[in-house]
């Protein structure tokens, strides 16, 4: 089944003589359950890509589809309910708030959905325990080595459950080996029927995936 349907995506930014188009016509399927990397030079609309696919961006044309729902009519309020109950984001820098604990970290999407505590504290320790950092929940995360604040950041994209994760050049700021096991997590986590969807510099990474989709100039090569 089809989860995600983009047909003639384009993005353009500026007005006028400044107009830039990061993305041109863009058609794209995928598939519930897919694990897909999405290749090219920086500047090739990776980003743009998966920004309007996660609706923390609206195309300039064309049409997103997502479950059957037409994603390109949502208002800011019905795109925010859309992210909350349909996308986990990583990104490289792991954008955590460095004055909340782990736990806090993980936490906050579920707050923002007003769940309530007891069930945040559940939800949170085993989310922890799964990604095997369940005794850094108290340490901040200037306490803890890059590829922990990683795990840290997929801890609280699967806070609530996401059908998708858009995962943005989520290797980029560990070494090699954290790298590969990041890689893993990813792996197991689509096993599990989340689809997966790696904006990467990383050859191995990208080839590790089910799907390649390379893009050049913003169109999809």
Do not use: W
Not at 139 to 167: D, E
Not at 204 to 217: H, L, P, Q, T
């Amino acid at each position: 089944m089809d989860i995600i349907k983009l047909n003639n995506i384009s993005k353009v930014y500026g007005k006028n003589n400044a107009k830039v188009g990061a993305l041109k016509n863009i058609s794209l399927n995928i598939k519930q359950g897919e694990l897909i990397s999405v290749v090219g030079k920086s500047g090739c609309g990776k980003s743009t890509l998966l920004n309007i696919i996660g609706g923390l961006d609206i195309a300039s044309s064309g049409e997103y589809t997502f479950k059957d729902k037409k994603v390109s009519n949502l208002k800011t309020n019905e795109l925010a309910k859309f992210r909350s109950e349909n996308i986990g984001f990583i990104v490289q820098h792991f954008a955590l708030i460095n004055d909340m604990t782990v736990f806090e970290n993980v936490a906050l999407p579920l707050k923002y959905n007003k769940k309530s505590s007891k069930e945040i504290k559940r939800t949170v320790m085993e989310i922890l325990e799964e990604m095997e950092i369940l005794e850094k929940a108290s340490s901040y995360p200037t306490q803890i080595s890059g590829g922990q604040c990683q795990r840290v950041a997929i801890s609280r994209a699967l806070a609530c459950k996401p059908s998708v994760i858009l995962a943005d050049e989520p290797t980029g700021a560990v070494d090699e080996q954290t790298g590969l096991q990041i890689l893993e997590t990813f792996k197991r986590l689509n096993k599990q029927g989340i689809t997966v969807i790696i904006a990467t510099h990383d050859k191995e990474i990208a080839n590790s995936c089910n799907r390649v989709i390379e893009m050049k100039d913003g169109m999809i090569i």
